[in-house]
Nanobody, 124 residues
Framework: VQLQASGGGLVQAGGSLRLSCAASEHISSDYNRAWFRQAPGKEREFVAA????????FYADSVKGRFTISRDNAKKTVYLQMNGLKPEDTAVYYCAAGRTIVSTVRRAASYPYWGQGTLVTVSS
């Protein structure tokens, strides 16, 4: 399974970006998809997840109400729409895929497949 993340860039505080994560054709249809981020000097943290089979979504409290995770089933692509960006959202954003259950959906270790990361920089 290969994941390709894109869409990062430089934006002013309050602005918006949309990240995309395209998956290779042979990704299993029961793989859930997620976004994590890692700021300089900090550990990787959960941002949002999408359970492919149910359409249920999960968000970190820090992004709830500002970020939206969605999918294009035909393209096997997951998106992260980020609105109301803040300087503290600055990080490298990674997409991930794997079979997870509700109790593990926020754990990075639950995802065996990762994209290369895309940098989001929010200026104040």
């Amino acid at each position: 399974v290969q994941l390709q993340a894109s869409g990062g860039g430089l934006v002013q505080a309050g602005g918006s970006l949309r990240l995309s994560c395209a998956a290779s054709e042979h990704i299993s249809s029961d793989y859930n998809r997620a976004w994590f981020r890692q700021a300089p000097g900090k550990e990787r943290e959960f941002v949002a997840a999408f359970r492919w089979s149910t359409g249920n979504t999960f968000y970190a409290d820090s992004v709830k109400g500002r970020f939206t995770i969605s999918r294009d089933n035909a393209k096997k692509t997951v998106y992260l729409q980020m609105n109301g960006l803040k300087p503290e959202d600055t990080a490298v954003y990674y997409c991930a895929a794997g079979r997870t259950i509700v109790s593990t959906v926020r754990r990075a270790a639950s995802y065996p497949y990762w994209g290369q990361g895309t940098l989001v920089t929010v200026s104040s």
